[in-house]
């Protein structure tokens, strides 16, 4: 049984007509035209599919429309824009981080909480808050040079 | 980098023909001096066939002085792309910033073999160099017939060709042929893929004379991919496209017999595709085909158990009988040494299948319309892919188009080629465009994989303690179950699924080093793959196909018969290797890392936990690294962390040190997780690695502290390969680190926790 939900994304409200069993991952991507974030494992054990629930990091691909509500949802297209970019987005373009970047909505949009909560952490802070994401190109060094970087922008 | 609007469909079709058009519209604004040059027989107002022997295959001038560069092999993230625009303007002497490139798509570009072996620059940017150093030939006749001035006595700057002793005689590339095609004949030797090979008249630049290349000039295709503005292959849509799911069998080898539709009649839209052993459904909404493929009741055909027990799979491939063997240049009587040694150091290692668990399962996007197929895929060599579509539709390859599209990584043929014909195969059968993406559990069990092996070593030592001979077998699973590219059906699930039996090839390798051993004989053999047909466990290349294998056990075993004459592992390799430059990055690894002589292990070391450092080094075609490992190691959980990585790697002439620095660094990490995590798990019926908890690889908390990258640049040595060298030694480095922590050699990858306590107990 499809029913309509009215999704805040980025700032704008939406209307998606869907099962309320389907993820939001899928109302993202096809019904909102939202290429990121990504399918990877389906499983919430990757973390490519990642946006922010009301600021909190949130596997998309497991968070059934229904649970959604009228919370607040971010995309990486919402974290930042070329014009005013979020200081993670800035960190990982100079550090070049990304081989394929098929991840990285996992390591930016979670390490971006993290980093709005923990200001100057410490490199096994950092490590142990991005515990569980994958990156499968091995750019594990180029991520932790980016979010040091990131966290000093960001005082 | 073409850049997409992020937004909807329609955007994505006119994006796709502003795509197309660009190529053409380079001869839209015609100038005055394009019109004179219209007589020019080296300059064509209509683009000559796309074939390997004309220059306009490779180059174009625009109207505006920006370069196109047509290029037919694939940057898979290791700023391949960039190095290519460095080599190109270099040899025109055009600004960087001027050029464009267009990658893998068969509509604008030849095959010259997209991603394999390392050889984007070393190939590719060779072709590629010495089309644009034609073109530059070409560019200053041209200029010397419009100037009145000697072509010797022309110089380019900035694309502006000017007489060298007077800049006020000048006219610029832009002015010569801009909007308009080179109409030159290159020097192509017949052949396609990695060997094609289409040289002009002119020579390349000296590297002296080098500016562009060897600049560390940074990616352009990050920011877009940061700021959600770039597409995957994933992301791709067009108008009418429907969702295709593929169904895989739960013990491998099994058909359906019986296919019960009714099952998914409450899903709106939802269809079978069927036909003998391909399996799949689509539906207009994605959530719709991924509930029917679930839902789906299928009654499968009963077939034997296909695999051995995972615990016998070695002993498996120690029993199989060979199919074919190889053997590497002899050096001296082996046999005869064997039978004069007064000592013989024996051992042998094992290395498990390994899956390409790329980020995202396999995905690809066909639409068959009025005659012309186009496929978006991820593939690693659209150009193959493009023979392959036409062979399994039943078409002419001239009536498709592939597109390559940036996939979730890539490290060699995955089942990328795989998901592409899958979705040619639904397309047709459901008349509309299909977008197939895999579920993770296929992904991760039903793509290709690295090839398990063992590797058996033997050396025979003197009275005095020197190598008298080297003895080494690689016996396993050949790396081509399937071929390295889905240009024929029978490589392929889809081609398999529909009744094409696998023809396994027969491949391995030897060892890469210039170990001097006065009687020497290296060799492999193959076995027969356990499954003949759509299997879970067939082969193919995975990033430095069979290297991370062959190299854990020549590289341990060196360190092993070092180990046993009491020799610093350092000082051993250098007493036998004889080739220059692998002395010099050995000697740049030990520089580096403050290295100390002394034989391993250590033994001054108390308590659980103990730390080693090991070293291993490999050649790869032309390249060589060296790689010093340091490993911390907790005896009580057998956890491993590899704290800090030293490598020096030499490949000749580097083009840019900022995407090979990376590159060297992520295939390090790589290869630590494929050696302390890595083994896909299978049971008599089937792959059970089906997730990133079945098939763990190295976490964040797990990466080391530290990697110490020595690039050694020799512009004057062609540059060779730089895409996966590196990757080859990491796991012997470990293996040799904790046995100097430890005492304990470990002869099977992977290191995790449990296999490293059960070691060391």
Same mark, same amino acid.
């Given at each position: 049984?499809?029913?309509?939900?009215?999704?805040?994304?980025?700032?704008?409200?939406?209307?998606?007509?869907?099962?309320?069993?389907?993820?939001?991952?899928?109302?993202?991507?096809?019904?909102?035209?939202?290429?990121?974030?990504?399918?990877?494992?389906?499983?919430?054990?990757c973390g490519a599919c990642t946006v922010h629930v009301d600021g909190k990091p949130t596997r998309s691909c497991v968070t059934p429309l229904k649970e959604v509500g009228d919370r607040t949802i971010v995309t990486l297209a919402g974290l930042g824009t070329p014009d005013r970019p979020h200081p993670l987005q800035t960190a990982y373009v100079q550090e070049e981080v990304p081989q394929c970047a098929y991840c990285i909505n996992g390591w930016i949009m979670t390490a971006a909480a993290f980093l709005r909560d923990h200001k100057k952490p410490t490199d096994a802070e950092i490590r142990d808050a991005l515990t569980g994401l994958k990156c499968r190109c091995g750019t594990h060094m180029a991520i932790l040079r980016a979010v040091k970087r990131a966290a000093a922008m960001m005082g | 980098m073409t850049r997409y609007e992020a937004t909807a469909t329609f955007s994505r079709r006119s994006l796709l023909q502003a795509g197309g058009a660009l190529v053409v519209s380079i001869g839209a604004p015609v100038t005055f001096e394009s019109v004179l040059a219209a007589d020019n027989p080296l300059v064509a107002a209509t683009k000559p066939a796309l074939t390997p022997d004309q220059l306009s295959s490779y180059i174009a001038v625009n109207a505006d002085g920006?370069?196109?560069? #047509?290029?037919?092999?694939?940057?898979?993230?290791?700023?391949?792309?960039?190095?290519?625009?460095?080599?190109?303007?270099? %040899?025109?002497?055009?600004? #960087?910033?001027d050029t464009k490139i267009f990658i893998g798509d068969t509509a604008t570009s030849v095959n010259q073999g997209g991603a394999s072996g390392s050889t984007g620059v070393q190939e590719g940017g060779h072709q590629m160099r010495m089309a644009a150093a034609e073109a530059r030939r070409v560019l200053l006749e041209m200029a010397a017939n419009k100037l009145g001035v000697p072509a010797d006595q022309l110089t380019v700057t900035d694309g502006v060709v000017h007489a060298t002793n007077d800049a006020t005689k000048k006219i610029s590339y832009a002015q010569l042929i801009g909007g308009q095609f080179f109409n030159v004949h290159l020097d192509w030797n017949g052949k396609y893929g990695n060997p094609l090979y289409a040289p002009g008249k002119a020579q390349p630049k000296d590297p002296k004379d080098h500016r562009i290349v060897g600049q560390p000039i940074p990616r352009e295709d990050i920011a877009p991919k940061v700021f959600a503005q770039a597409d995957f292959v994933a992301d791709i849509k067009v108008p009418g496209m429907v969702h295709g799911r593929m169904i895989r069998p739960p013990v491998a080898g099994a058909a359906p017999v019986k296919v019960d539709e009714s099952s998914i009649k409450d899903i709106p839209t939802a269809k079978v595709v069927w036909d003998k052993a391909f399996l799949g459904v689509v539906a207009d909404k994605e959530w719709d085909a991924i509930k029917a493929a679930r839902q789906l009741k299928v009654e499968w055909s009963q077939v034997a158990p296909p695999f051995p027990n995972q615990a016998a799979l070695y002993d498996h491939i120690r029993q199989a009988p060979r199919r074919k063997r190889e053997e590497g240049k002899p050096v001296g009587n082996v046999d005869d040494a064997f !039978?004069?040694?007064?000592?013989?150091? %024996?051992?042998?290692? %094992?290395?498990?299948?390994?899956?390409?668990?790329?980020?995202?399962?396999?995905?690809?996007?066909? %639409?068959?319309?009025?005659?012309?197929?186009?496929?978006?895929?991820?593939?690693? !060599?659209?150009? #193959?892919?493009?023979?392959?579509?036409?062979?399994?539709?039943?078409?002419?390859?001239?009536?498709?188009?592939?597109?390559?599209?940036?996939?979730?990584?890539?490290?060699?043929?995955?089942?990328?080629?795989?998901?592409?014909?899958?979705?040619?195969?639904?397309?047709?059968?459901?008349? !509309?465009?299909?977008?197939?993406?895999?579920?993770?559990?296929?992904?991760?069990?039903?793509?290709?994989?690295?090839?398990?092996?063992?590797?058996?070593?033997?050396?025979?030592?003197?009275?005095?303690?020197?190598?008298?001979?080297?003895? #080494?077998l690689s016996k396993g699973f050949s790396r081509i179950d399937v071929d390295t590219n889905g240009s024929q059906p029978k490589d392929t699930l889809a081609g398999q699924t529909l009744g094409i039996d696998l023809k396994s090839g027969d491949g391995f390798g030897l060892p890469g080093d210039s170990y001097g051993f006065a009687n020497k004989r290296t060799a492999w053999e193959t076995i027969a793959p356990l499954l003949d047909r759509a299997s879970p466990l067939r082969t193919s290349h995975m990033r430095d196909p069979v290297g991370p294998q062959i190299h854990f056990a020549s590289e341990s075993f060196i360190d092993e018969v070092a180990a046993a004459l009491n020799a610093d592992p350092v000082e051993f390799r250098l007493r036998y290797v004889r080739d220059p430059r692998d002395i010099a990055v050995i000697k740049a690894a030990a520089e580096k890392a403050s290295w100390q002589s002394r034989p391993s292990p250590r033994k001054?070391?108390?308590?659980?936990?103990?730390?080693?450092?090991?070293?291993?080094?490999?050649?790869?075609?032309?390249?060589?690294?060296?790689?010093?490992?340091?490993?911390?190691?907790?005896?009580?959980?057998?956890?491993?962390?590899?704290?800090?990585?030293?490598?020096?790697?030499?490949?000749?002439?580097?083009?840019?040190?900022?995407?090979?620095?990376?590159?060297?660094?992520?295939?390090?990490?790589?290869a630590t997780s494929r050696t302390l995590w890595e083994e896909v798990k299978f049971d008599q019926n089937n792959v059970t690695s089906v997730d990133w908890l079945t098939y763990p690889i190295l976490d964040v908390t797990e990466a080391p502290a530290q990697i110490d990258v020595v690039l050694i640049d020799h512009p004057e040595i062609a540059p060779s390969g730089a895409g996966e060298a590196s990757t080859r030694p990491v796991a012997a480095a470990i293996a040799n680190a904790i046995f100097d922590a430890t005492g304990v050699r470990i002869r099977r990858v992977p290191f995790s926790p449990v296999n490293v306590k059960s070691a060391l107990s």
């Open positions: 049984m499809t029913q309509k939900f009215s999704l805040n994304v980025n700032g704008k409200v939406q209307t998606v007509e869907a099962d309320e069993d389907m993820p939001l991952l899928y109302a993202l991507r096809n019904d909102l035209g939202l290429n990121n974030p990504h399918f990877g494992c389906g499983l919430a054990q | 920006t370069i196109s560069i #047509f290029f037919g092999k694939m940057d898979m993230g290791q700023g391949l792309a960039i190095a290519i625009r460095q080599m190109v303007a270099e %040899e025109l002497d055009a600004p #960087f910033k !039978k004069s040694a007064a000592r013989v150091i %024996e051992a042998e290692y %094992e290395w498990p299948f390994q899956s390409h668990a790329r980020m995202g399962p396999g995905c690809a996007l066909v %639409e068959i319309k009025d005659g012309k197929v186009t496929c978006w895929t991820g593939t690693q !060599k659209a150009h #193959f892919v493009q023979t392959g579509l036409a062979a399994t539709l039943g078409v002419q390859q001239d009536s498709v188009r592939v597109i390559w599209t940036s996939g979730p990584g890539s490290y060699g043929r995955s089942d990328a080629d795989d998901a592409a014909m899958d979705a040619a195969v639904l397309a047709k059968a459901v008349g !509309k465009p299909v977008r197939v993406q895999y579920t993770r559990d296929q992904g991760t069990a039903w793509d290709p994989k690295a090839p398990a092996s063992i590797h058996r070593a033997s050396a025979a030592i003197d009275a005095s303690g020197n190598v008298l001979a080297y003895d #080494f001054d070391q108390i308590g659980d936990k103990v730390s080693g450092r090991g070293i291993a080094y490999a050649q790869r075609g032309a390249t060589r690294v060296a790689v010093i490992a340091e490993v911390d190691v907790d005896r009580s959980t057998g956890k491993i962390w590899a704290r800090k990585f030293t490598v020096a790697h030499d490949c000749g002439q580097i083009i840019n040190p900022n995407g090979l620095r990376h590159s060297v660094e992520n295939n390090v990490v790589q």
